[in-house]
């Protein structure tokens, strides 16, 4: 009893698109072109409104360079939108959260934001390293923060009750 014979052919020619390439290749194009239509109409919108804003400041303050009226270049407004748009309410909730699972052991010192890692570092202060841990998996159970890991941690010596000052860091979400 022997396996039967296989056969493989690399240099036959298989017909290449056919009626089903066509219509992707033809639904493509027509979903690009849209897409640039989009984008030339943003674009147009965005020029109007660039125009708009100018206008109203000129009307408000005669006079003035329209840059010193409206306060903000182009760099200052990133800013000002990555800040808008980090989840505050969100972070600090969870953070309060797992502080109150704690039995309030947990004193949050600093919060600092990293917008274009979207990471945020916490430095905290416990009673204890296992409070500390224990603090870490609990926010490691939260929606809004992602392996939030500790960084590191120094025992306070200059403190009778000898406090742990630990930083933790975290990937944030915009869940909602």
């Known amino acids: 009893m022997s396996a039967p014979m296989l056969e ?3 240099v036959r020619q298989h017909p290449v ?8 290749v033809l639904a493509g194009a027509l979903g690009l072109g849209l897409v640039g239509v989009q984008l030339h109409d943003l674009g147009e919108q965005k020029a109007g409104l660039e ?4 206008q109203l400041a000129r009307s408000a303050h005669p006079g003035k360079a329209v840059s010193s ?13 990555r800040e808008l748009t980090t989840p505050w309410s969100q972070l600090l909730a969870e953070l309060e959260s797992a502080s109150a699972d704690t039995s309030g052991n947990i004193a949050v010192l600093s919060i600092e934001p990293d917008h274009a890692k979207h990471r945020v570092r916490v430095t905290a202060e416990a009673r204890s390293l296992g409070l500390a841990i224990a603090y870490v998996q609990r926010l490691r159970k939260t929606q809004v923060l992602h ?30």
């Open 17 to 24: 698109g056919g009626l089903r390439g066509i219509a992707f």
């Open 69 to 81: 009226i409206v306060g903000l270049g182009e760099r200052d407004t990133v800013k000002t939108v």
């Open 51 to 54: 125009l708009r804003r100018e």
């Open 147 to 176: 392996f939030p890991m500790l960084d590191n941690h120094e025992i306070k010596k200059d403190d009778k009750d000898h406090p742990v000052r630990f930083q933790i860091s975290a990937d944030w979400s915009d869940a909602s």
């Open 8 to 10: 493989l052919d690399f």
